[in-house]
């Protein structure tokens, strides 16, 4: 039995940009109930009320992890490391995007599963292998009668998007070679409740992992994590290396170890740590409102920066709408002159003289928050502000 913990009221769905023919039409934006829940059994976060995956992964799905240089970099890092540690025989992405980790590796290696059509699109015009399909038992049985031996897969930011999560645990297990390797990594339950940055919630993030609800995950299927690593990526994920329990080849790491006891330090296994971190939420939305109230009323300019699924979220929670913040900027060629959603903030195409243009900027993109603070240096030189809401609404 799923206990709620946490009510981030009605959402509409995140990566939903609207076209300003649907801002008019307002009857077709779908909302949903965001309520947050923990599951006692196997200590599992997730979100109450979830969609149907063919409604958010579309043929239009507009997030592109090639967006960022943190991103390309961890990727080029870890294409690095698997040629080294693990050279695979052949490597299986779920979730390959717009191709980001795939184009460090030899076309003849790889195969890519993307539902979005513009996103396999992408992938298939460089050459790559792509099935344009939801990952599931069949796709894992079709691919397995055509390569013999698949030896690592991969999967970034997607596992957490599956509903059926026993499903694709036991297609991986069942495509997966005996001494083969999965490694996923996923925004990180122990930093959301440290930096209460509670955005990490909404309708395609159905679970926040903890290596604890991983390890309680995958038993079952006779998988086991052997080595994890902490990454500062989407404001905090844990990358996990997965074998087979059958495989001696590799030995579970004290890291693993260090990990799961820090978890279970902080509560992670206790419905109390939940209700600690709903306070804060409630907190951090009213300070958040403070901020923006006292700025308005001094008739500064405030803008969006990076027009994240995230804010969505954060906004439309605190309810904050266009007569606070102007506009978004976002360097995302399909998010530019569309307006967020629920909130109708309209989003711009990012320059630097837009951003000049505004007092405070808040910090949409909080995850990259050094990537960008590296890039605008001219816009802090002149004292352009930016705000906050991680790990409590401030301004920097
Ligand atoms: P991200 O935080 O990865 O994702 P999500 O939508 O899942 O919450 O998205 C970052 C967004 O910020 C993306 O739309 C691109 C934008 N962005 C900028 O506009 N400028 C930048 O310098 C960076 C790093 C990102």
Known sequence: MIKKFLDLGMQPLANK???KKNK???TKEQ???LEVGFNPKIKLVSILNTIPAKKMFDDNYPYRSSMSR???LSFKKLAKKIINSYNPNFILEIGSNDGSLIKNFDKKKVICVEPCKNLAKITKKMGYKTYESFWNMRLAKKIKSKIKKIDLIYSSNTLSHINNLNSVFESITNILSNDGILIIEDPSLLDCLKKVSYDQFYNEHIYVFS????NNLIKKYKLEVFN???LNIHGGSLRYYIKKTSNKKYKVSKKVIVQLNKELRHGINKFST???FKNKVENS???LNKFFLKLKGKNKKIIGYGATAKSSTVLNYCKVKNETLDYFLDTTPGKAGKYMPGTHIYIKSYSKRLLNRADYAFLGAWNFKKEIFNKEKQYIKRGGKFITHVPIPRII
């Open 17 to 19: 940009y609207l076209k």
């Open 24 to 26: 008019i039409e307002k």
């Open 31 to 33: 909302f949903y109930h």
């Open 70 to 72: 943190t991103m390309l």
């Open 211 to 214: 290596l604890l609800s991983i």
């Open 228 to 230: 994890i690593e902490k």
């Open 274 to 276: 939940y209700i600690k």
């Open 285 to 287: 939305k009213e300070k």
